[in-house]
C-alpha cells in the first residue's frame, strides 16, 4: 500500500492529507476521521477494506488534529469544517475525473458527511456514516456547558479536556492500548469544535427527510459515547437510509469486536450500490 500525501491549505492553516491507491480505480472514497484522532488510524483496517472494492481512498487530518496544523482541538468555526470537506472531494475529483464519490465519515466524521450531503448539491454515489456524533449518549456537567457556552462567544479557541474515555472506544484491549499510545491523538476540545457539532447534529437528525444519497447508517446498541438512539432517528426520518445496528457493538466499529463482519457488510453495501451506479 503506497500512501501519496498531499499538502493542503485553507486559509493559512496548513492541511495534511494523502490518498491510497488500488490496482483498478473504480470509484472514489473521502474518509473523513473523528475527533481527537488523526486520518492514519484508519489505514490498517477500514482503508484495505475500501481498496478491495477498488475506490481510491482520500483522507486528511482536520483542523487542530492529527498533522495538519491549527490548535489541538479547535477549528474556525462549523462552515469551515464543511468547505475543507469540500476542497478534498473537489481535489479527489481532480485526480481521478469520472469516477462516483463515496463518503465515509466516523463518529465526528459521521456528522460532517451527512451534513455535507444535506446542504451541498453534490452528486454522490453514497455514503457511509459509523457512529455518527448526532448526540451524545452522556449528559456533560451543567456547570461544564455553562462555561463552554460562554466561553464560545467570548473566548471560542480555550480547549479543555473531552472527557473521553478510551476504554469506551473497544473491547479489544490491544485497541485500547494503540490509541492511548499513539502520539498523534489528543482529548482536547474547544467550544466552536463542541457546540457547533452537536446543533448541527439535532438539524441533520430534523432534515434528513430532505436527503437525496443513499446512506449506510452503522451503529453499535454499545456506544457510551455517541447515542446510537439518535442515528435511529436519523434513519426514521429519511427514506434514504439503511440501518445497521451491531448489538452491544462500542463506538469504534472497525477496531471492535466483529470488525471483520462489520467491514465486510461495509463492502457489500459499497459494491450494491456501483452496480446500481453502473446500470
Not at 79 to 104: E, G, S, T
Not at 121 to 138: C, E, K, N, Q, V
Not at 217 to 235: C, P
Request: with cysteine; aromatic share 10%; net charge neutral.
Amino acid at each position: 500500500m503506497e500512501l501519496i500525501e498531499h499538502k493542503f491549505q485553507y486559509k493559512n492553516i496548513p492541511i495534511y492529507g494523502w490518498h491510497v491507491q488500488p490496482k483498478e480505480v473504480a470509484g472514489i472514497a473521502v474518509l473523513v476521521h473523528g475527533l481527537g484522532e488523526h486520518s492514519e488510524r484508519y489505514l490498517s483496517d477500514v482503508v484495505p477494506r475500501l481498496l478491495d472494492c477498488n475506490l481510491v481512498v482520500f483522507s486528511y487530518d482536520n483542523f487542530g488534529h492529527g498533522k495538519s496544523g491549527g490548535k489541538r482541538g479547535h477549528c474556525p468555526d462549523y462552515d469551515a469544517l464543511l468547505q475543507l470537506l469540500d476542497n478534498i472531494i473537489a481535489k479527489a475529483r481532480m485526480h481521478f475525473p469520472n469516477n462516483p464519490v463515496f463518503l465515509y465519515g466516523h463518529s465526528l466524521g459521521g456528522n460532517l458527511v451527512l451534513n455535507y450531503a444535506l446542504r451541498f448539491r453534490s452528486d454522490l454515489a453514497g455514503i457511509i456514516a459509523t457512529s455518527p456524533y448526532l448526540r451524545l449518549a452522556f449528559e456533560p456537567p451543567k456547570w461544564k456547558m455553562i462555561i463552554g457556552r460562554a466561553l464560545l462567544r467570548f473566548w471560542p479557541s480555550f480547549t479543555m479536556s473531552s472527557g473521553l474515555d478510551p476504554e469506551d472506544l473497544s473491547r479489544i484491549a490491544t485497541e485500547v492500548i494503540k490509541y492511548k499510545q499513539d502520539p498523534l491523538v489528543h482529548d482536547k476540545v474547544s467550544p466552536m469544535f463542541t457546540f457547533p457539532i452537536q446543533e448541527a447534529g439535532d438539524w441533520a437528525i430534523d432534515n434528513a427527510h430532505k436527503l437525496r444519497t443513499h446512506v449506510l447508517l452503522i451503529h453499535g446498541t454499545g456506544d457510551n459515547v455517541i447515542d446510537y438512539r439518535g442515528t435511529e432517528r436519523f434513519y426514521k426520518n429519511s427514506k434514504r437510509a439503511e440501518l445497521r445496528l451491531i448489538e452491544g457493538g462500542y463506538h469504534e466499529l472497525h477496531k471492535d469486536v466483529g470488525c471483520n463482519d462489520t467491514l465486510n457488510m461495509i463492502g457489500v453495501w459499497i459494491n450494491m450500490q456501483m452496480e446500481s451506479v453502473a446500470v
